[in-house]
């Protein structure tokens, strides 16, 4: 094994550097003829949705993928037959010139995993169900019990080690956060550190056979779990003297904006502490839509690199009263409906729009009715509206609050409902303020003992010039908290010459990273030209990814491979279309039982397809309606919902 240094340890527990973009170096592993980990860049791949015994059609799509940017491609091999049939798969693939390196994915058979070994460049398996069992059962292991059951995994696994071994084929142990065994959920419970030790017992196991050739991942569709577990991960293997690389996914993340908007979140949150090796988006798409997203993820870290080789002066940061291994939200006094218990507010600023007409505020959540003269309230309307030095030739609606820079609030004959936005400076030197609530702007950099002197009237507005931002921010907040300082926090990030695109990708990165790891009270994304409808619903799709503030139905849902036994695509946009109205509901649809239930462990409901034109119902984990036709299911599913209560009509 390659040396690791006692830094990954030391400073920053799972990662070099809190405060410094510094990529954690690992092991090199040899997949076909592009490496992985070491010192080399973060590769891309993506898993083919077409039948693995349609060869052309694999093929075919193979080839999309590679030219959209994928440098590994993953094939289900859910059988032997299949297994058998990647060699037609390969022997195409090279006649057409393409070397493109092709990963078997393996759940529940050996057999196929031993014969796809032979062939393929790497085998995924997953621990939960190799060779383990998964039935939903509450079973006490003794340890003998325990132990002997890990007996009986490594007798199975090893043959498959071994081929692997023999043929140069690499591994990657693949860990998902609802595929847990009953054993392990015996001992560890439905939790991060059960999904690490679930990886980790079969890398001990590959070691003892002086096996190394390996990749890991810790993949769940919650993304604080899935940052959890990933972390965990690498301060456990770093204590046992490994440094395998790391493979990354958010599962089942859906389609469209939201899906983007949480790989991102759960992603880029580990991408920015210098983790991960490889990417997959999972998204309900064609795969070749996917590479692009990673790519756009991956390659601003390439960016990030090449300027820390410039600049390495950010002090560490200890972290006493901080655990990056567990959510916990930071501690304030609530300023109004600011901080405190309160849901995390969304900022935008509305100052470059036309004052004069307040159909604008649509784009936001605000619906004006001008023959009644009222708005009306969308799930995703924002709360804070920055005007800086312009004023409205209209009256706003009554729940939106009006934020100036400071001397044009002090000009304002009508100061109902409006703030007063000052620096540091300004407040220090202000003889007039707002009775109830000001905001006060400073840098990430700017904290010192007048911070300690702002009273429980300031939230502060939190921006950051750094390179490396997000830990800049990180920074602050934690020496907030040692501090014992509760004033509440906005977190604002400003994006320019940015498409709607990296946009979405780049603030769900900065501003996820920060709220998963329970720092920020609000988010004000600042990228000027953009659609503010854009900049709206990214904002609550980043507060819905990192679970702090549930606005709209989510969707758990898995992207189609060759598994699947209906058309995910067409039957997400199906049940979005009848069902998009029940906020804070989870429904999940799965394609195969393989993704189901397990993979949609923290959904309401369930929608998974069992056969052909069979479709079985879940409530949470528990199965409701088994093999329905599919032209009915979906009105099952909505009975279901109804009889529970949790059904409201459409508006």
Same mark, same amino acid.
């Given at each position: 094994?390659?040396?690791?240094?006692?830094?990954?340890?030391?400073?920053?527990?799972?990662?070099?550097?809190?405060?410094?973009?510094?990529?954690?170096?690992?092991?090199?592993?040899?997949?076909?003829?592009?490496?992985?980990?070491?010192?080399?860049?973060?590769?891309?791949?993506?898993?083919?949705?077409?039948?693995?015994?349609?060869?052309? @059609?694999?093929?075919?799509?193979?080839?999309?993928?590679?030219?959209?940017?994928?440098?590994?491609?993953?094939?289900?091999?859910?059988?032997?037959?299949?297994?058998?049939?990647?060699?037609?798969?390969?022997?195409?693939?090279?006649?057409?010139?393409?070397?493109?390196?092709?990963?078997?994915?393996?759940?529940?058979?050996?057999?196929?995993?031993?014969?796809?070994?032979?062939?393929?460049?790497?085998?995924?398996?997953?621990?939960?169900?190799?060779?383990?069992?998964?039935?939903?059962?509450?079973?006490?292991?003794?340890?003998?019990?325990?132990?002997?059951?890990?007996?009986?995994?490594?007798?199975?696994?090893?043959?498959?080690?071994?081929?692997?071994?023999?043929?140069?084929?690499?591994?990657?142990?693949?860990?998902?956060?609802?595929?847990?065994?009953?054993?392990?959920?015996?001992?560890?419970?439905?939790?991060?550190?059960?999904?690490?030790?679930?990886?980790?017992?079969?890398?001990?196991?590959?070691?003892?056979?002086?096996?190394?050739?390996?990749?890991?991942?810790?993949?769940?569709?919650?993304?604080?779990?899935?940052?959890?577990?990933?972390?965990?991960?690498?301060?456990?293997?770093?204590?046992?003297?490994?440094?395998?690389?790391?493979?990354?996914?958010?599962?089942?993340?859906?389609?469209?904006?939201?899906?983007?908007?949480?790989?991102?979140?759960?992603?880029?949150?580990?991408?920015?502490? @210098?983790?991960?090796?490889?990417?997959?988006?999972?998204?309900?798409?064609?795969?070749?839509?996917?590479?692009?997203?990673?790519?756009?993820?991956?390659?601003?870290?390439?960016?990030?690199?090449?300027?820390?080789?410039?600049?390495?002066?950010?002090?560490?940061?200890?972290?006493?009263?901080?655990?990056?291994?567990?959510?916990?939200?930071?501690?304030?006094?609530?300023?109004?409906?600011?901080?405190?218990?309160?849901?995390?507010?969304?900022?935008?600023?509305?100052?470059?729009?036309?004052?004069?007409?307040?159909?604008?505020?649509?784009?936001?959540?605000?619906?004006?009715?001008?023959?009644?003269?009222?708005?009306?309230?969308?799930?995703?309307?924002?709360?804070?509206?920055?005007?800086?030095?312009?004023?409205?030739?209209?009256?706003?609606?009554?729940?939106?609050?009006?934020?100036?820079?400071?001397?044009?609030?002090?000009?304002?004959?009508?100061?109902?409902?409006?703030?007063?936005?000052?620096?540091?400076?300004?407040?220090?030197?202000?003889?007039?303020?707002?009775?109830?609530?000001?905001?006060?702007?400073?840098?990430?950099?700017?904290?010192?003992?007048?911070?300690?002197?702002?009273?429980?009237?300031?939230?502060?507005?939190?921006?950051?010039?750094?390179?490396?931002?997000?830990?800049?921010?990180?920074?602050?907040?934690?020496?907030?908290?040692?501090?014992?300082?509760?004033?509440?926090?906005?977190?604002?990030?400003?994006?320019?010459?940015?498409?709607?695109?990296?946009?979405?990708?780049?603030?769900?990165?900065?501003?996820?990273?920060?709220?998963?790891?329970?720092?920020?009270?609000?988010?004000?994304?600042?990228?000027?030209?953009?659609?503010?409808?854009?900049?709206?619903?990214?904002?609550?799709?980043?507060?819905?990814?990192?679970?702090?503030?549930?606005?709209?139905?989510?969707?758990?849902?898995?992207?189609?491979?060759?598994?699947?036994?209906?058309?995910?695509?067409?039957?997400?946009?199906?049940?979005?279309?009848?069902?998009?109205?029940?906020?804070?509901?989870?429904?999940?649809?799965?394609?195969?039982?393989?993704?189901?239930?397990?993979?949609?462990?923290?959904?309401?409901?369930?929608?998974?397809?069992?056969?052909?034109?069979?479709?079985?119902?879940?409530? @949470?984990?528990?199965?409701?309606?088994?093999?329905?036709?599919?032209?009915?299911?979906?009105?099952?599913?909505?009975?279901?919902?109804?009889?529970?209560?949790?059904?409201?009509?459409?508006?």
């Amino acid at each position: 094994m390659e040396n690791i240094s006692e830094k990954h340890i030391l400073e920053g527990g799972y990662c070099n550097s809190l405060t410094q973009y510094s990529r954690f170096l690992t092991r090199e592993v040899n997949i076909g003829d592009i490496a992985l980990g070491g010192h080399n860049p973060i590769r891309i791949q993506s898993m083919t949705t077409t039948d693995t015994m349609d060869t052309l @059609g694999t093929v075919e799509q193979t080839i999309r993928m590679v030219e959209s940017g994928c440098e590994y491609v993953r094939i289900t091999a859910p059988s032997i037959k299949e297994a058998e049939n990647l060699a037609n798969i390969k022997k195409e693939l090279r006649y057409r010139g393409y070397n493109v390196p092709l990963i078997a994915d393996i759940h529940f058979t050996p057999n196929a995993a031993e014969m796809a070994a032979r062939i393929v460049e790497k085998v995924r398996v997953n621990p939960g169900n190799y060779a383990d069992k998964k039935k939903f059962e509450n079973i006490d292991y003794t340890q003998d019990a325990y132990n002997a059951e890990l007996d009986r995994i490594y007798k199975k696994f090893i043959p498959l080690v071994k081929i692997c071994k023999e043929y140069g084929t690499a591994m990657r142990i693949g860990t998902n956060h609802g595929s847990l065994s009953d054993r392990i959920m015996s001992h560890y419970g439905d939790t991060p550190r059960g999904m690490v030790e679930s990886a980790m017992e079969f890398i001990r196991m590959c070691e003892d056979q002086q096996y190394y050739n390996l990749v890991i991942s810790m993949k769940a569709s919650n993304t604080q779990v899935m940052v959890q577990a990933y972390r965990l991960l690498v301060e456990t293997m770093t204590k046992e003297g490994m440094n395998y690389p790391l493979h990354l996914g958010v599962t089942e993340a859906g389609d469209g904006e939201d899906g983007r908007i949480k790989s991102a979140v759960g992603i880029g949150t580990l991408l920015e502490d @210098g983790l991960g090796d490889t990417i997959r988006v999972s998204l309900t798409e064609d795969p070749e839509f996917e590479a692009p997203v990673a790519k756009a993820l991956a390659d601003r870290y390439t960016r990030r690199s090449l300027e820390q080789l410039e600049k390495r002066t950010a002090p560490p940061v200890q972290y006493s009263t901080y655990s990056p291994y567990e959510y916990n939200r930071r501690i304030t006094e609530p300023v109004q409906h600011i901080g405190g218990h309160h849901h995390p507010l969304v900022m935008i600023d509305v100052s470059k729009e036309n004052l004069k007409d307040p159909y604008f505020l649509t784009a936001v959540g605000y619906n004006y009715s001008a023959g009644l003269d009222k708005y009306n309230l969308a799930d995703q309307a924002c709360d804070l509206a920055y005007l800086g030095d312009n004023l409205p030739s209209f009256s706003f609606p009554g729940n939106l609050k009006q934020v100036y820079n400071y001397k044009t609030w002090l000009g304002l004959k009508d100061k109902h409902n409006a703030h007063p936005l000052f620096s540091m400076e300004e407040f220090n030197q202000a003889s007039l303020k707002d009775e109830y609530l000001n905001f006060v702007q400073l840098d990430a950099d700017g904290l010192n003992s007048s911070v300690q002197q702002l009273n429980n009237t300031v939230v502060l507005i939190l921006e950051t010039s750094a390179a490396h931002g997000m830990a800049a921010q990180r920074s602050f907040f934690i020496t907030l908290q040692d501090q014992g300082l509760q004033l509440p926090v906005i977190i604002k990030r400003s994006y320019t010459e940015v498409d709607a695109d990296n946009l979405m990708l780049y603030a769900a990165t900065d501003l996820g990273a920060l709220l998963t790891d329970g720092f920020g009270d609000g988010v004000w994304i600042d990228s000027p030209g953009q659609n503010l409808a854009l900049i709206n619903s990214t904002s609550f799709g980043i507060l819905q990814a990192t679970r702090t503030r549930i606005s709209k139905t989510e969707y758990i849902s898995c992207p189609s491979c060759g598994r699947t036994l209906f058309d995910l695509q067409e039957t997400t946009q199906l049940i979005r279309s009848r069902t998009d109205h029940l906020k804070g509901i989870k429904i999940g649809i799965m394609g195969c039982i393989v993704n189901g239930p397990g993979e949609m462990a923290d959904a309401d409901y369930g929608y998974v397809g069992t056969g052909p034109d069979k479709i079985t119902l879940y409530r @949470g984990k528990e199965v409701v309606k088994k093999n329905v036709t599919t032209a009915y299911a979906l009105d099952e599913l909505i009975g279901i919902i109804k009889d529970d209560g949790n059904w409201v009509e459409k508006l």
